[in-house]
Structures are given as C-alpha cells and as structure tokens.
C-alpha cells in the first residue's frame, strides 16, 4: 500500500535512507520536505515500511527527489510501484520529470526501462562524484 508519509514514520524513513545510501540525508532535510507544499512524500508498507518516494511539482516538471527501497525488499517491484504511482500522480499536471542519479547506481536501469533518458552529467554533484541528470518526457 502507498500512502502520504506521517510524521511517526520519519524513524523508518531514516533508517532506509542510512542503509541505502553512502551520503543519507540528515533528519532535518526529510523533516523539511514534510512541509514543502511543492513536495509529494509518499511511503510503501506491508506490515512495516519497506520504501519511500519524494518529488517536486514545480509549475510544469517534477524533480524526483528520493526513492529508496530496503535492501531487504529491493528488487521485488516496489521502486517500480513507487515510479508507476508518481507518475499517475503527475499526469496532466507535468510535462516532464527530472532526476539526478549516482552513475553507478543500480537504480539507473529501473529509470531507463521507464522511458527516462539522459540528458547530461552534473560534475562533483555528489561529495563523492558524479551524478546523472535524466529526464522523461509525461505524454
């Protein structure tokens, strides 16, 4: 199930951010974005939270944010539920949809085989390296 994130699950939400990502996001970032009227924050749960996804709609795009899945569950269909449900969401609203993605990351094949292509690299985006600018076009 999919749902609008609480409050009561920003624990989970950091515990998914800490196990899947080398530069997480600090506490005070997701607790912001909870209260963006730009940001759509969403969770995934069975019986506990198992992913997340943030994005921005602004005027005529999105910006993909976050999408984290637990390790755990990761290559069982929830990112790609997450991205269906995001861009239902998005439809008639955006004309496209943006996102930065570590070049080496995994989650680069989900994007493609979602139609999103890339559009540049973003020099020293990350503290470590490179990032992956990619878009898709919302028909």
Known sequence: MIRPIKDSDIEKIM??????FFHPWKKEEFVFEMSDPTC???VVEEDDIVG???YHLIGDF???FNIAVTKEKQGKGYGQMMLDYMFENCKGKA???????????????LYMKN???????RKNYYPDGDAIEMYKELK
């Open 40 to 42: 759509f924050f969403y």
């Open 62 to 64: 999105v910006e993909l």
């Open 115 to 121: 139609g999103f292509v890339e559009n540049r690299i």
């Open 95 to 109: 004309d496209k949809i943006f996102l930065e993605v570590r070049i080496n990351n995994p989650a680069k094949n």
């Open 15 to 20: 515990d998914i951010e800490n196990e899947c």
């Open 52 to 54: 997340y996804i943030d």
